[in-house]
């Protein structure tokens, strides 16, 4: 409980006081980070890498509505009440944003798997600035697999009948798309993934 009241307070608190906080935090070896809360303010999430966190924090920032939805599935999935289906979920709205001008900015009802079919379909369209060693589409191939890799783990989405099927997905799958989200948003948000 007392970590609940710290975090609320963080949401008004002055970048000063956050600061030091995150001092006392890491200093003490804590497993909880002061980060910046999307919309504003400072909040409490679990502790990782300083580069992580730091790459997450910019690719927010730069990132216009794709980083918000990318900021919410931070919180969801690090925040002090981690939510792995709505983390898991945001996660795929930040990159159907981030990659819907490249990939197709005239289907005002395109979603990740719709993105997924257009470059399936024709991969000589995209392209990055990583050539693979083969040469072809095997470059636009790799971003292929990643998005659908984020699209088809997100096994609970629908309903299913199957007796065996997980119901909801793992707070370590959601971390994972939160990452591979935050990958994808960069590349289609700054340019590397773009028409060829």
Same mark, same amino acid.
């Given at each position: 409980?007392?970590? =609940? @009241?710290?975090?609320? *307070?963080?949401? +008004?608190?002055?970048?000063?006081? !956050? $600061?030091?906080? #995150?001092?006392?935090?890491?200093?003490?070896?804590?497993?909880?980070?002061?980060?910046? %809360?999307?919309?504003?303010?400072? #909040?409490?999430?679990?502790?990782?890498?300083? *580069?992580?966190? !730091?790459?997450?924090?910019?690719?927010?920032?730069?990132?216009?509505r794709a980083g918000i939805y990318l900021a919410k599935a931070w919180t969801f999935g690090y925040g002090r009440h981690p =939510? *792995? $289906?709505?983390?898991? %979920? +945001?996660?795929?709205?930040? @990159?159907?944003?981030?990659?819907? /001008?490249? @990939? $197709?900015?005239? &289907?005002?009802?395109?979603?990740?798997?719709?993105?997924?079919? +257009?470059?399936? &379909?024709? /991969?000589?369209?995209?392209?990055?600035?990583?050539?693979?060693?083969?040469?072809g589409d095997k470059d636009i191939m790799t971003v292929l697999g990643m998005m659908e890799l984020l699209w088809h783990g997100?096994? =609970? %989405?629908?309903?299913? &009948?199957? /007796? &065996? !099927? #997980?119901?909801?997905? $793992?707070?370590?799958? *959601?971390?994972?798309?939160?990452?591979?989200? !935050?990958?994808? @948003?960069r590349w289609f948000g700054s340019g590397a993934v773009r028409l060829e």
């Open positions: 409980m007392f970590l =609940d @009241v710290v975090d609320y *307070a963080l949401r +008004d608190a002055p970048s000063t006081r !956050a $600061s030091e906080l #995150e001092v006392i935090l890491t200093e003490a070896g804590s497993a909880w980070s002061v980060t910046t %809360r999307e919309g504003g303010g400072f #909040e409490l999430t679990a502790r990782v890498e300083e *580069a992580v966190r !730091a790459t997450i924090e910019s690719t927010v920032r730069e990132g216009g =939510d *792995a $289906s709505a983390a898991y %979920r +945001d996660s795929i709205r930040a @990159v159907e944003v981030a990659a819907k /001008p490249v @990939v $197709s900015p005239k &289907n005002e009802r395109t979603t990740l798997g719709t993105m997924i079919a +257009d470059v399936r &379909n024709r /991969p000589g369209k995209w392209t990055t600035p990583l050539r693979a060693k083969s040469g997100q096994h =609970d %989405r629908h309903g299913t &009948n199957t /007796p &065996n !099927a #997980e119901l909801t997905v $793992s707070l370590e799958e *959601a971390r994972m798309a939160v990452h591979l989200a !935050a990958t994808l @948003v």
